[in-house]
């Protein structure tokens, strides 16, 4: 005597592996299924549809099946509404609440499917009710008392974006694995293409980056493309910045010349005497405006209004009075900046490049440019759709790029 | 007005993304295509079927997109037989010549269709007429003046494996990409467990070697492996040997006692040395049984007839008596090894592991260990349907799965 | 018309390669020198001294010659006391304060040495006057106004230890660069004989864990270690704690059964979910004691009186209620409990590994084992003396560590 | 009863480091010394000199010292002749041959000091005795019965170069360890410079190039670079070769238009259909006479008569009719070429590099750029006094350095 339920796949299912990983699951936990109608896009552009019903041994089965299911977008046809259940405590989410993916995903209230807001990884969803209902993502440390939590996975529909196929598009390109062996100079052309593209669309671009970036000499073009406005915000940590400033006041990077690679003596003292200099006068912004400081991506963040965030990490020196030492407060900080990026550029910084990938839905644009193959695979690895990663020297990526962006207006 | 053909899909389709790659591939070629016969195996053990009529816009479009579709194991239902061309000269392949994947092949030939034997990646398939006819692969440089070269893509049946979905199998293991973040100790158990498996099968188990082996201490261990035969071959380079045998003449590898780390006064010179009294000897079994060589990989090679060819380099010193310098010879004497594996473990070499790795089918099982994440990635690219690999170092890796093995008898 | 210094060398200055840095030093600066006094040690424990006329151009260059050669040891014959100006301000130094290194550190006042406490790099030197006077560091944010902050360079004297040549002791192993190719398990039993050393001498071994520690299934043996007292203290991020307890209570770490190998349906929720109930029993110690966590490190620290510090980062979940959120904070935790370890084991973090290692001074003894090279050098450049450094699997280094230490009892 | 040796130090003996590990040997040998003449250079161009008493227990450890001391450029006082020992047979060297390092060597013989020829590491020294004696290195497989050889290390002299400490010549940048966090443009400009420098002082520089050049989309740059004279040879192998004529006759490298980043369909083919494009028309040479090849790498080698090597290796498809096959045959092509260079750049190749390194003395410039710092790391430890190396990616490097040297004329 088996137990079946019917559920729906529509969309570029083909294209998206959706429809293999939908067998490939039912199979694995044992059930089966029949295919009851099967509406294959025969164009590139055409959507497909398919319902099936999907048969088990026993309920459990059935619901964890159509669990496993619902996670890669496939939703039952008989929807109900979604469950809610007070939180108990603050902080406190009720037991078996569902924890959200970062896909566009729907809520199901009164009949009604509402879009959750602010979709990103490993959250609680809210739903707040009245006249106009309303759906959003909190974070477990947000969660209040009383706040209504949507557990269980009824009335929950989440869609997964399907890759781009069409190498046309400006982002259509470099899908595959993570190598070094990719022609650079024509990947970063079209990582050139896909910036201005967002910036036509009235997109905005964010940068994340690591110390590496100043070390490595690739500060003076990126204070360029700051200036120029392809890069509308910033997000790093303490030491980015602290880099940044030595090389404005003593022309060095952890004490070493970028230009002429020469070691000045005292050099090593620098980048501590850098945080003095700027805790003395209160802060960045203090510090550009009484001229201690005068050029540089952190300038160029001051001198054109681009907002920065930079997060305290247990490894800074310091730290900088701008610098946002509580954790949570800076992820909240780094959370609001990337709700706001259509477009996310991650340079050379493992740790901030993660804490902004948490805060992004699977929607928005990222580039992953690091040296360590590592690095880069386990940055793509976060189920971005429109994500490309590039191994390359970010010391050589930034003014390349820059050249690309800066010499064509 | 369009031109059209009929192809065939059968097996695990779905499961192995060959149906996906199917639809995706004429998609992207401008075709289109409409299902004719789509029988969905249900349950996990049962295969699919599916026809379909592939429509483009002329002829040679449709050459391509049934060209590509056949890479992917996709069929015309309406097979012919190959074509035939004799090669001009000596190492001279007739224009359009079919270059082999690493899948089983077989091939129409007088209405039948014939296994290529030996199959392997960018060959050519020749066919030898006569009451039993045969088809086998050939490397370009061993094609010969008027050999029965299989051109274009006509008569050819490609059949991809299905990746291993059941995780109860030895091989059903550590699906996904390459990280140095998983288990290491249970999944060297697996590796074990997969490497008995294939001895109860009868098969044959092949070691790839390189010399980080020897220094980083495994040495012992897997000349235990040797001894008791969980390791039926040796596939390795003249450093590897020359490192084995300086332990046993010097205790040194590379001039380092690998017990203690010291590095005793001379041990530099300890490599160069073992070469010469090598020579002297005449070669390994020569100093084996003169008693120069009195233990390690080389000598249980040695003293329990397991086969081993060592393939020369350009980095080499020496080289030993033993190591066949002329690269193309080199690769002939490893592809006989090759085609008698049932299981290769490729130990932290990237050189002699590509090299065995182009002469596997895609059905032999390979193991690849390398501490470097990028090499295991390279060779798992290959497209070997039963191949993982793990990210560790060789020198602890040795040791635990000699006491997995050995221990258990 | 030259100015000239005289300045003194003593200790292993042969050995430790301080004789060469100094007239390296001078030469590179532009001045000479003339060696007046020079007593080599003529066996390996006897010290040697020198006495050397350091002559420049001008009082500038000599300025700048003395202070790099203060940098590496060596002092003038001559000493006065040490500049001490009050702090101006709350976390503001006086201008050209002295920022410290890592090593053993004298400070001149009234006439008489005071040893420099809890010396640590790139911190301030705050002197406290009175009957018996004290020099201690602060780090810059700890600075409060009217401290007798040391600026310039009279009066200091540092100590940078000798590498230890004798292979003989537990840390006289492993010099030279970073590699793979290293004897694994010998210089795990190395590292073995050392942490007993320090144990016999009564010290204290912390550890610096990584979540790749649990994810690669060392979290058995770790637990061992701290059970039977091999690790005193534990130093680790959010994530570690988090996918410790989900192994206890879920079986899985990320989602992954580190025995079997399976993703068990559900399983990339496990660690948002153990979140939740640690959250919900108000804590790791609360969630022992209850029963909740049963196993596991964080287990065995809090039943056996280990101290841990979770320290936390922008890329945590939840986080726990026991992670500190605020980077100083957690900085001052971390370099509370750095001061008082006698070794440091870093396993396969770099952040924490960093945050810990800023805190120590060059004497105390560390072990870096990470799979990546990068990140051991990174680690072992900072200067320590007694620092050795392993690229191994993190996964196959702590068992064998493990029953080297246990198995011998 | 102590015995006792007088031994010398001559040239830049702080510097080079040569006293500090001459005082070091001796003393971790258990010796002791006086030392009775110390003269210093005060000034950076200034030579030292020093003569000491080395004293051991026994002759024997005498002997240790003496030859440790040896290896390091430290010599007896006491000069003798050479020992000459025949060699008993072809490709059989004498017990105790003398093994050669990469430094300067001088032979004592008739009391004369002659320099060895073409010094390169791991050969033999031979001598050939009549009016005017000459010594020369030949590798293990080269000697002749017959030949004289060196033994013991008595009547020999060897002057390890010191390392350049001035930052103002062209190779004065960039000691110290290998990192990725280095000014990558700068630091460009700097071997640009080196590169001029080399070809202004009528120097020959060589190019050793990995397949990767070409898939990371330098190709063109390295052309232009070929035929504007910067590069006079090329050393690579069979891959490197094809993938150049690949992009030529089909436009991809691998498969992959470099330049748009698509794959074209038949991409995969690409390869094995260039190889044998090659066959067919009997070499390179005589596919760019016909026409076949118009472009790249190769054909600017072709075409401006610079000479190349292509190295046969096991894991070749093909190969091309160029390639030498015989490892040893293609070691002494490549010898060849050594010889001749005045600065080498290893681009990209671990196993091409290490192979050219082998043949070359350390007074060779040498410049390593690889996006794996553990290549350059072990390029780097093979103990070139003029070796930078530069961790970047080479599809960035080739252009920015052709842009640097070509933009300038």
């Known amino acids: 005597m088996t137990v079946s339920r019917e559920v729906e796949l529509e969309g570029h299912i083909i294209d998206s592996g959706m429809m293999q990983s939908c067998f490939g699951i039912i199979m694995d936990l044992g059930g089966s299924f029949s295919v009851q109608e099967f509406d294959i896009g025969r164009h590139k552009d055409e959507e497909s549809y398919a319902r099936m019903l999907v048969e088990a041994d026993d309920e459990d089965q059935l619901q964890s099946i159509v669990h496993e299911l619902h996670q890669h977008g496939v939703n039952p046809s008989d929807p109900k509404d979604a469950t809610l259940v007070p939180a108990p405590d603050d902080q406190v989410v009720p037991h078996g609440f569902y924890s959200t993916t970062n896909h566009p995903t729907y809520i199901r209230h009164d009949g009604e499917w509402i879009e959750v807001e602010d979709v990103e990884m490993d959250c609680a969803v809210v739903v707040e009710d009245g006249d106009r209902p309303r759906a959003y993502t909190k974070v477990l440390n947000a969660i209040e008392e009383g706040d209504l939590v949507v557990t269980d996975e009824t009335g929950i529909k989440v869609q997964p974006p399907e890759r781009p196929r069409d190498s046309g598009g400006a982002f259509g390109f470099m899908q595959g694995g993570v190598s070094s062996e990719r022609p650079s100079e024509s990947t970063i052309r079209k990582i050139a293409n896909a910036i201005e593209e967002t910036k036509k669309e009235g997109g905005k671009v964010m940068a994340v980056c690591g110390p590496a970036l100043i070390h490595s000499g690739a500060r003076e073009d990126l204070a360029r493309l700051v200036r120029e406005g392809y890069v509308d915000m910033l997000s790093a940590g303490n030491g980015f910045a602290v880099h940044d400033i030595e090389r404005d006041i003593y022309g060095t990077s952890l004490g070493m010349d970028t230009e002429s690679l020469d070691h000045p003596r005292h050099g090593h003292k620098h980048h501590i005497y850098t945080i003095s200099e700027v805790i003395r006068e209160g802060g960045i912004e203090e510090a550009v405006e009484s001229g201690t400081i005068e050029s540089g991506v952190m300038y160029e963040c001051i001198d054109n209004d681009r907002p920065f965030v930079l997060a305290g990490s247990i490894r800074d020196d310091g730290p900088l009075p701008d610098t946002i030492t ?45 040296i360590n193959p590592a690095t880069v695979t386990q940055l793509l690895d976060r189920g971005s759709a429109q994500a490309v990663g590039m191994v390359t020297d970010i010391g050589t990526f930034v003014p390349i790029l820059a050249e690309q962006l800066l010499s064509e207006e």
């Open 326 to 370: 509580d954790a949570v407060e800076a992820q909240n900080a780094i959370r609001e900046q990337a709700h706001e990026a259509d477009m996310v550029l991650m340079l050379s910084t493992l740790l901030h490049s993660v804490a902004v990938g948490n805060c992004l839905p699977s929607t928005t644009r990222v580039v992953c440019v690091d």
